[in-house]
């Protein structure tokens, strides 16, 4: 039943039909009706619509009907109407209040508020309390006008920090986002204020205070319980408009797991792809190119720790366990000064902490993997530990296919997640990430492939005051794999690759008003690169051992940025990022004839360095801007600049099933990357902000990244040099992109025009690609096309829907042969000059809730999806035979059925 109260007033009958109507509409009716006088705050009911039909109701009924799954309450008395949020106005004393003598009779009880006041925040404190008035700091400068409160807003049940959330006050409007920590810190005049938090999927909440100094506030926020009433996500309901960051796409964790992906497996990777202006090579394939950029291009990070290698089992899966994730960040343009070391894009993966208050554990079984988590308080409110494992079983579907090949074949893989966090001090927080991952396959061939990556981070985060704080950060990222082949005794042999990086990180942010947001740091990082060996694998084998020399480097940067809120329309951001890297030996390096083409016969020299001396270097800054106007309250327009610099290469056939990737380091002989983009971007929310629309267009401009001249051999090559090309590109393009978060409908829609080419101009090249000219890269993609939609049709039952369309991308065909000398050559178009089939795809999902009991062990779910609904055979690649004289074009298709998949889901 909805709480209220009402006095006695004449009673009106109000008979009217309402049908998806606002509050404020809603409220004008009942005044013209009945003489009433409504009180709200409009913050309370702007996202409320209404849909009743009254027949001779009275008001308390026509009242309870329309706020019925709300949090509004409403009180009457006489002739006024109070609504308030969460709990109702008492408008009546009780029998016996201003008798001491005697009792208030049985079910009279007196009614009071909370206590309405708190002696002053002496010391770090969590505040539940939404009418309590906190007094906070003492006032030793009396003639202070401003001070600054901080403090980290958690989850009330799991102790979890809320990442993202607004704190603001109205009067004057100063608001400001807590961190991937939770913290925030805010500086606002002294005296009364109403400080008001909303974060998205939790209730927003507010706290009264008196702000006497600096001081701190904790505060804790409650889940919150969707209606089937469209209600307002509240959090950063305007950053789409008010935000000056743009080319950045958040994404929750519940976001994500709504989105259909193959095998029933909720992956983050394959959502991210559904975003304008990313795309994929391919299907099967988690590598992602970014605005025309290649997949070496995007730094992805799990927990600030580099990941090399982000998929499993050929990019079916994606590298990371859903249950352990908190969000994610994708930086397409306007990059945060902090990172570097990639041109496109940077994918900042944040786990969760653990549950600090509960031993919770969640999971999944699917028909080829199953998944556990286990977390909870290690000590309650302090320390709390996250474990989380997966694992596949999918040999037994390879089994049941009809062809020998794969029958025979065996694929698996597992992965391993450990985060613990711990709470000195009110001052001091560590952090510890792990994680481990393990790959096994074989599929219709003999060779046999095995990749790890170990991944390592350990963090500290100290509190100097409220207005700075620190981060420390050391971390540790491996990826290797192994290729061996024993059918053939005479070829038996296992081929060997590995990278891993060791880097040490400080980061300060500063908050010195409510104007201004300073970060500064440093960062270092030491490569160690395996390009290749190769060892015969029995003695009968003819394959002789070799290995490619190990690389070694060394990237060290410094970086400041500020934010500077000029006035409330207008905002600017400023970033310098300086980065020297070394190329070190121990190592030989080959010397080429100047001004000749690279090749074995223009070699002149071969220098030999020591252990840790430098062969060579570069460094350069690489500056960041951007500006935010609005226009209304609604709109805005932002402009961004960029530049970036990379200092490792990856080498990789895209047509390859197979982690053949290899990693190389700048040198004397390749130089590293640069790349610079600048972004105009409009932007405008409707509807209440539920609806928010988008519109950027991008030109960038790179440089020195690696092509590959014709016959290029990647794999156990010694002098590599000789078969790459430094080469240039341009990419320019426009994204549109409309998005309702939501109501029982809600998802995005976006579309992507753009361009992206490539031109090898390089005087170390003997023969040019494509006669110097540009021609489009392998990532050029003129059209996509993505739907993505949610419809919720109770509590317990939902679906999704999605739809997906690309141009097919660029390849090269063989269009003639011919003899010379009596042996047979291939005549080929040009670079990229035609294109595999246009790709599009339509995946479905229904999700199946168990009843919402509290008092169960365990709540589960399930899901049941269809990936390729239509059963459309998209290319993966194109590839030619030449078979008893002809040259034959054969298409692979990853999936070329529909895919059923069900999953069980629960929580405990």
């Not at 003598?101 to 508020?113: H, Y």
């Not at 309650?380 to 074949?409: A, C, E, I, Q, V």
């Amino acid at each position: 039943m909805l709480p209220c109260i009402a006095q006695q007033t004449k009673e009106v009958l109000i008979t009217e039909s309402f049908k998806d109507v606002s509050f404020e509409v809603f409220i004008q009716k009942l005044e013209e009706k009945g003489g009433y006088t409504f009180f709200y705050r409009v913050e309370d009911v702007d996202s409320v619509r209404v849909t009743i039909k009254a027949n001779s109701k009275t008001l308390p009924q026509v009242l309870a009907e329309a706020l019925r799954g709300t949090e509004l309450r409403f009180a009457i008395s006489k002739q006024q109407v109070f609504i308030t949020r969460g709990k109702s106005i008492v408008t009546t004393l009780p029998e016996g209040y201003f008798d001491n003598n005697q009792e208030a009779p049985s079910g009279k009880q007196p009614q009071f508020a909370d206590e309405t006041y708190v002696p002053k925040q002496e010391n770090r404190k969590t505040t539940t309390s939404e009418v309590k008035l906190y007094e906070i700091g003492q006032s030793i400068n009396s003639k202070a006008t401003q001070a600054n409160l901080a403090g980290t807003l958690r989850d009330a049940q799991s102790g979890e920090p809320i990442i993202g959330a607004y704190v603001y006050i109205e009067s004057p409007v100063i608001g400001t986002a807590s961190d991937q920590y939770g913290y925030f810190s805010i500086t606002l005049p002294v005296g009364r204020h109403e400080l008001k938090v909303r974060a998205i999927g939790l209730k927003n909440t507010r706290r009264q205070i008196i702000l006497n100094g600096d001081g701190k506030l904790d505060i804790e926020m409650e889940e919150d319980i969707r209606s089937l009433k469209e209600v307002l996500v509240e959090a950063e309901k305007d950053r789409n408009v008010s935000g000056l960051q743009m080319g950045m796409e958040r994404l929750d964790i519940r976001t994500i797991k709504q989105v259909p992906t193959a095998f029933g497996e909720t992956d983050i990777l394959r959502v991210v792809l559904t975003l304008p202006g990313v795309k994929s090579v391919g299907e099967g394939s988690t590598g992602m190119n970014v605005r025309g950029g290649s997949t070496d291009q995007n730094l992805i990070l799990l927990n600030d720790a580099t990941v090399y290698n982000p998929s499993h089992l050929f990019g079916f899966f994606s590298a990371f366990n859903p249950d352990v994730l908190k969000s994610v960040e994708l930086y397409k343009s306007a990059v945060p000064a902090k990172y570097g070391g990639r041109l496109s894009s940077v994918l900042e993966i944040t786990p969760r902490e653990g549950n600090k208050k509960q031993f919770t554990g969640s999971g999944g079984i699917g028909l080829l993997t199953s998944r556990l988590t286990l977390e909870g308080p290690l000590i309650k409110d302090k320390t709390s530990f996250l474990l989380g494992g997966r694992t596949t079983y999918s040999d037994w579907l390879l089994k049941k296919l009809p062809n020998k090949s794969f029958s025979n074949s065996e694929a698996s893989f597992y992965d391993l997640n450990a985060q613990v966090s711990h709470e000195i001090n009110s001052k001091n927080n560590v952090y510890f990430t792990g994680y481990f991952s393990k790959d096994r396959f074989k599929l219709a061939a003999d060779t046999l492939y095995k990749y790890n990556n170990q991944i390592a981070s350990v963090k500290w985060k100290h509190n100097f005051h409220n207005q700075l704080y620190s981060v420390l950060t050391g971390t540790y990222s491996n990826y290797n794999y192994d290729i061996s082949n024993e059918e053939n005794a005479v070829n038996a042999a296992t081929l060997t690759f590995g990278i891993s990086q060791a880097g040490l990180q400080a980061d300060f942010n500063y908050f010195p008003n409510s104007k201004h947001t300073v970060d500064f740091g440093a960062s270092t990082i030491f490569y160690n690169v395996l390009p290749g060996s190769i060892e015969p694998n029995s003695s009968e084998s003819l394959i002789l051992p070799e290995k490619v020399q190990r690389e070694r480097g060394l990237e060290s940067a410094v970086y400041i940025s500020d934010r500077y809120d000029i006035t409330q329309k207008l905002s600017l951001s400023f970033g310098l990022r300086y980065s020297v890297f070394k190329a070190l030996g121990e190592r030989d390096v080959l010397m080429y004839a100047p001004g000749s083409p690279r090749s074995e016969n223009t070699i002149v020299d071969t220098l030999s360095y020591s252990s840790g001396e430098t062969i060579a270097t570069y460094h350069g800054p690489a500056f960041r801007f951007s500006a935010r106007y609005g226009l209304t309250d609604n709109s805005s327009v932002k402009v961004s600049y960029n530049r970036l610099r990379q200092y490792v290469h990856m080498l990789s056939n895209t047509t390859a099933m197979s982690p053949t990737d290899i990693w190389k380091l700048s040198d004397s002989n390749i130089k590293p990357q640069v790349g610079d983009q600048v972004v105009l971007g409009y932007y405008r929310n409707f509807r209440a902000n539920t609806i928010e629309f988008s519109a950027e267009a991008y030109y960038k401009w790179m440089r020195d990244f690696l092509d590959y001249r014709s016959g290029a051999v990647i794999v156990m090559n010694q002098h590599i040099e000789t078969d790459v090309a430094n080469a240039e590109g341009k990419a320019y393009g426009v994204e549109l992109m409309l998005k309702k978060a939501t109501g029982k409908l809600n998802g995005w829609v976006s579309y992507t025009y753009s361009r992206t080419f490539a031109r090898v101009n390089d005087p170390t090249v003997a023969e040019l690609i494509n006669n110097g000219a540009y021609y489009p890269s392998n990532s050029d993609k003129p059209h996509d096309f993505t739907l993505i939609s949610n419809y919720r049709f109770s509590q317990r039952f939902s679906t999704s829907l999605n739809f997906t369309y690309s141009t097919g991308r660029p390849i090269t065909l063989p269009l003639a042969k011919y003899y010379d000398g009596g042996s047979q050559r291939i005549v080929y178009s040009d670079r990229n000059e035609y294109r595999v089939p246009d790709y599009y795809r339509v995946d479905f999902a229904m999700n199946i809730e168990g009843n919402h009991k509290i008092r169960k062990l365990a709540h589960s779910s399930w899901t049941i999806a269809v990936y390729n609904l239509t059963g459309r055979k998209n290319p993966y690649s194109i590839y030619f035979k030449s078979q008893n004289g002809n040259i034959r074009g054969y298409k692979m298709s990853i999936f070329g059925q529909p895919i059923p998949t069900i999953t069980y889901n629960f929580k405990f």
